[in-house]
Nanobody, 123 residues
Framework: QVQLVESGGGLVQAGGSLRLSCAAS????????MAWFRQAPGKEREFVAG????????HYPDSMKGRFTISRDNARNTVYLQMTGLKPDDTAVYYC????????????????WGQGTQVTVSE
């Protein structure tokens, strides 16, 4: 059983940056493909970024490319999401998730989820 705990969210002005962290425990971290999702009020949860087991391959939806960067440190059992050029539309709860099989980006594909961290971007 893998436990995931996100941190690093907060209030930031438009154009600002944040780095989210997700610490994993209870399993072999390098066995899991890791991803970030987000859910804005009144909207469905959506895929933000994914990273392969070794960190060598990343995947982003077209709408996230260029502003968001996912990375991982397997020695620290942590995955990160660096966000730059933040916009009010980026306001959401951000979740990290783990999947053994990987290269899948549907919500139902992921076995483990964190509790989420709130990111609020003001005008």
């Amino acid at each position: 059983q893998v436990q995931l705990v996100e941190s690093g969210g907060g209030l930031v002005q438009a154009g600002g940056s944040l780095r989210l962290s997700c610490a994993a425990s209870g399993g072999t971290f390098s066995n899991y493909y890791m991803a970030w999702f987000r859910q804005a009020p009144g909207k469905e949860r959506e895929f933000v970024a994914g990273i392969s087991w070794s960190g060598g391959t990343t995947h982003y939806p077209d709408s996230m490319k260029g502003r968001f960067t996912i990375s991982r440190d397997n020695a620290r059992n942590t995955v990160y999401l660096q966000m730059t050029g933040l916009k009010p539309d980026d306001t959401a709860v951000y979740y990290c998730a783990a999947d053994r099989l990987g290269d899948r980006w549907g919500i139902s594909d992921y076995d483990y989820w964190g509790q989420g961290t709130q990111v609020t971007v003001s005008e």
